[in-house]
């Protein structure tokens, strides 16, 4: 069983930054691939970035060049730095984990506010 718990949304103006934190419980975190995740009023879920276990790291198009992903095991977070932020990322942020042997992301946080004005 893995608990995820995301900090750091708040509100920055247009061209700011932001650093999510995803803390996970958990002695086999290091195992996990661990997503972002945004939902913004009226849309739906869509991926924003995931490392997984070995590091390999994947981005949407719409944040390339502007969001990086990394991860420290040592203290089972998972980092999304966030810069040159436009007012189209704000939204809720989830982090999500998914083990090794699942083809899906099993354990979900209860997200993160960012609002990004303009």
């Known amino acids: 069983q893995v608990q995820l718990v995301e900090s750091g949304g708040g509100v920055v103006q247009a061209g700011g930054s932001l650093r999510l934190s995803c803390a996970a419980s958990?002695?086999?975190?290091?195992?996990?691939?661990v997503g972002w995740f945004r939902q913004a009023p009226g849309k739906e879920r869509e991926f924003v970035a995931a490392?997984?276990?070995?590091?390999?790291?994947g981005y949407a198009d719409s944040v390339k060049g502007r969001f990086t992903i990394s991860r420290d095991n040592s203290k089972n977070t998972v980092y999304l730095q966030m810069n040159s932020l436009k007012p189209e990322d704000t939204a809720v942020y989830y982090c999500a984990a998914q083990s090794v042997k699942s083809t899906k992301y099993d354990y979900w946080g209860q997200g993160t506010q960012v609002t990004v004005s303009s």
């Open positions: 958990g002695r086999t975190f290091s195992t996990y691939t």
């Open positions: 490392i997984s276990w070995s590091g390999s790291i």
